[in-house]
């Protein structure tokens, strides 16, 4: 990149599809930071108004505005790196910064310098290591999205071949992309991004809906703090991802797709830039796919760190090249999505459970599940258990077995305190509660939601109401700041947690929080701030007395 003079920068991206991104990433790399000069550059070459610019480079994480701010190091304090010692790393590290956490919660503590991530628990002992692969299954269980995970060289094209990989879509190819939609709304596949929104039924909004051409997103952000599932299907199964994309196309008559990956996982995108090479090479993307008439090009858009670009508006918002502000809807992506036209926004796992759907059938699918629930889930498991990773486990397996049985359960002569919920977004459960099964319907009846499937549990040496604090303090630094509900109100349960702000008795204190969590969920206008007072709410749930003790004290 040290080679490229501005004019050749702003040349290379300025015709592309969502180019401001990557044209600020080159600058980013060249000059080790972003200079007034370049953004100067940028703007003319963009026609953004500069003060437009420098508010947009100024909300995400990681465009440095200093010089030497690419290579200083970002330390993760995340809850679980603040468990594993973070604070400490971060004090040890000459002009190291704090960043939100940065998706690799089954490790040690990941220090993002330049483009390497290294990992370690001490200054010393940083490293930089493969991530790792999910654990092996267990109990027979059939998997899904797992299945061939583990088989040697399934990264490569010729590995994801060797293991039934680009089947689906040659099968696909000789159905009309009706019946595609139709297998994938049979096979009772929901979003697993969060929302659980059944995906055919996305697929034909898009595919009925009016205005070219139509855009696929990959949604790769995975910022919720305790998910990190997503980078372990990219790194280790990136043509799955590529198929799933190259489907979800045929099916919608989409031409165009972005994968949307975060700022964090710098090595994943040499890995997608890989499998994008080789599928082009091998005539799966571009014009003419496998000699049909059908055309998809494929493209890598990287984040700059920011939670909220995975809300699914907030992140079409920041492909082009706006304020990534989550927009106001209806009207929905589907048909209002990437450049205003119909767009499919889907989780990378969602996406990824399609061609296996494509290879056994809808029925195979839907039978993965336990009782009502159809298919398989993957849940990220971290904190105090013996054995952090991903694993995917039927839809309704109770939580405990898979803590328990599977994970090995916590430290000897421990008891679980409490497990998050859909990362943090979801709150606690705790005590009785966590006899739940892994499926919306019977985590809903607590109070809490599954979403994403980050889970991390904490021991009966954890202080919940430091944790809440924590995660208080992760939202109210990622809200938005466009709605005044989760903009103030973050702000204001967080200091809350902290001890610093708010009535000095116990009733009057809790009166508050619950009033100021029910205002937000009611009146905020994205996810953000419709879940963060969900730890609020289970800590007095669940942590009556930890919580009178804060107080009084
Ligand atoms: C604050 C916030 C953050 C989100 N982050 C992600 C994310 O990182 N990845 C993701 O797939 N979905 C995320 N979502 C959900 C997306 O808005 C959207 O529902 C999802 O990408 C749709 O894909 P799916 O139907 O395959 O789940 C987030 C939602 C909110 C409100
Ligand atoms: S709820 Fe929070 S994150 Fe969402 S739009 Fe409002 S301020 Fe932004």
Request: include cysteine; hydrophobic fraction near 35%; charge should be negative.
């Amino acid at each position: 990149m040290t080679h490229f003079s501005d004019d050749d920068i702003i040349a290379r991206w300025k015709e592309k599809p969502a180019p401001l991104l990557p044209m600020l990433h080159d600058f980013h790399d060249r000059d080790g930071y972003l200079s007034e000069g370049a953004l100067r550059a940028v703007a003319q070459g963009l026609r953004i108004p500069i003060a437009d610019l420098f508010g947009t480079v100024s909300f995400y994480h990681h465009f440095s505005r200093e010089p030497g701010g690419l290579e200083a190091p970002r330390v993760c304090t995340g809850p679980i790196c603040k468990m594993n010692g973070a604070d400490e790393l971060l004090g040890a590290l000459d002009g190291a910064t704090a960043m939100p956490c940065s998706g690799r919660c089954d490790e040690p503590i990941p220090v993002l310098r330049g483009h390497d991530t290294l990992i370690g628990l001490s200054a010393e002992s940083l490293e930089s290591r493969p991530s790792p692969l999910p654990p092996a299954a267990r109990d027979s269980i059939e998997e899904c999205v797992f299945a061939h995970i583990r088989e040697s060289d399934r990264a490569s094209l010729g590995g994801y071949r060797n293991t039934g990989g680009y089947e689906g879509l040659v099968k696909a190819l000789a159905m009309a992309p009706v019946e595609l939609v139709q297998l994938v709304s049979d096979s009772g596949l929901a979003g697993r991004g969060g929302a659980g929104f059944p995906t055919g039924r996305k697929w034909k909004a898009v595919a009925d809906a009016e205005g070219d051409p139509k855009t696929i997103v990959c949604n790769a952000d995975e910022g919720e703090p305790g998910c990190f599932k997503d980078r372990c299907l990219m790194d280790y199964d990136p043509h799955a991802v590529v198929e799933g994309m190259i489907l979800a196309a045929y099916a919608t008559g989409a031409t165009r797709g972005f994968i949307y990956l975060r700022y964090e996982y710098p090595e994943t995108e040499q890995v997608l830039a890989q499998a994008l090479d080789e599928a082009r090479r091998a005539g799966l993307l571009g014009s003419g796919i496998l000699g049909s008439d059908f055309s998809f090009e494929l493209y890598v858009r990287r984040g700059a760190g920011a939670y909220i670009c995975g809300e699914e508006t907030s992140l079409l918002n920041s492909l082009e090249g706006k304020h990534p502000f989550p927009r106001n809807r209806p009207p929905y992506p589907v048909t209002h999505g990437f450049e205003d036209l119909p767009t499919v926004v889907n989780n990378v796992e969602t996406l990824v459970s399609v061609p296996p759907i494509l290879r056994h059938g809808a029925d195979w699918y839907r039978a993965l599940g336990r009782g009502e629930q159809a298919g398989t889930k993957l849940i990220s498991l971290s904190g105090d258990v013996a054995r952090p990773g991903n694993y995917e486990v039927p839809l309704g397996f109770p939580l405990m077995k898979l803590i328990d049985d599977w994970a090995g359960g916590t430290g000897e002569g421990r008891t679980i305190r409490a497990v998050t919920m859909a990362g943090l977004s979801g709150g606690f459960l705790a005590g009785e509660d966590l006899e739940v099964t892994l499926d919306e319907p019977s985590i809903r009846s607590k109070g809490s939601f599954l979403g994403a499937g980050g889970i991390m549990v904490f021991d009966d040496t954890r202080d919940m109401v430091e944790v809440s604090h924590q995660a208080m303090e992760f939202f109210a630094d990622e809200s938005c700041g466009k709605c005044f509900p989760c903009r103030i109100g973050t702000q204001r349960l967080m200091e809350r947690l902290a001890g610093k702000a708010g009535p000095k008795e116990l009733q009057p204190w809790i009166d508050e929080v619950v009033d100021l969590g029910k205002t937000m969920m009611e009146t905020s206008a994205c996810g953000l701030g419709m879940a963060a007072p969900l730890i609020t709410k289970s800590l007095l749930k669940y942590f009556p007395e930890r919580v009178s003790d804060h107080v009084t004290r």
